[in-house]
């Protein structure tokens, strides 16, 4: 998986300051589910990688090459 940003609309910035006064730990699940991890497995989905994506670090390949 690769780092990823999602925004919240106002309802679901209410809805969270909700759950969040509420303690409610039910809805909280709900609202990660539903609202969080179902965004991020939408935008992980059928994106090309970059090569900006991957773990190696470029400046390491980068004086291999150099030398």
Request: glycine letters at 2%.
């Amino acid at each position: 998986m690769r780092k990823t940003a999602i925004a919240l609309d106002e309802n679901e910035l209410i809805r969270l300051e909700q759950i969040v006064t509420d303690d409610d730990k039910i809805e909280a699940f709900r609202f990660l589910k539903k609202v969080v991890y179902d965004r991020i497995l939408l935008q992980q989905q059928g994106k090309l990688k970059s090569h900006l994506d991957t773990c190696a670090n470029p400046v390491d390949e980068f004086t291999k090459h150099k030398r």
